[in-house]
């Protein structure tokens, strides 16, 4: 069964990984404090396919990658937010966290129903449609590859020259 866990506007790195706790990026280790003060039993009953929906300015605060790694180690299978603060979904896209950013989506709980298609970009909340701000190929890529550095170890750099 997969949990949708839902957070409301403006959750900062700090709430999504408290700084204490930013003395490793190793992501296991960083996903036992993940949302540790906000939601706590976040850590003990995230499961591998369990999805994160938030309001606006997901990620602000600090620029650590800690907050995305923490999130990437409770391999939840998708974050989806009606926007990121720019320098988290950078980090997020940097170390293969898959996000999805949906201006429109609203009241979702908990108990909701959600599917995603990264390749449609479409986020399905009990049968209701909504279009993700659909990511483009080349970071598609990188994130299916497990971040920048994954995909770097297993691509030619000439496919950057003509990523779109």
Known sequence: MTNVWVFGDDVNTDEIIPGRYNVTTDEQELAQHAFYEVCPEFSEQAQTGDIIVAGKNFGCGSS?????????????????????????????????????????????????????????????????????????????????????VEFLRNHDISELENAP
């Open 64 to 148: 650590r990658e800690h907050a995305p790694i923490a999130i990437k180690g409770s391999k939840v299978k998708a974050v989806i937010a009606r926007s990121y603060a720019r320098i988290f979904y950078r980090n997020a896209i940097n170390i293969g966290l898959p996000i999805l950013e949906v201006p429109d989506l609203i009241n979702v709980t908990s108990d909701d129903i959600i599917e995603v298609s990264f390749d449609t970009g479409e986020v399905t909340v009990n049968g209701r449609k909504y279009h993700a701000s659909r990511l483009p190929p080349f970071i598609r890529r990188i994130i299916e590859s497990g971040g920048i």
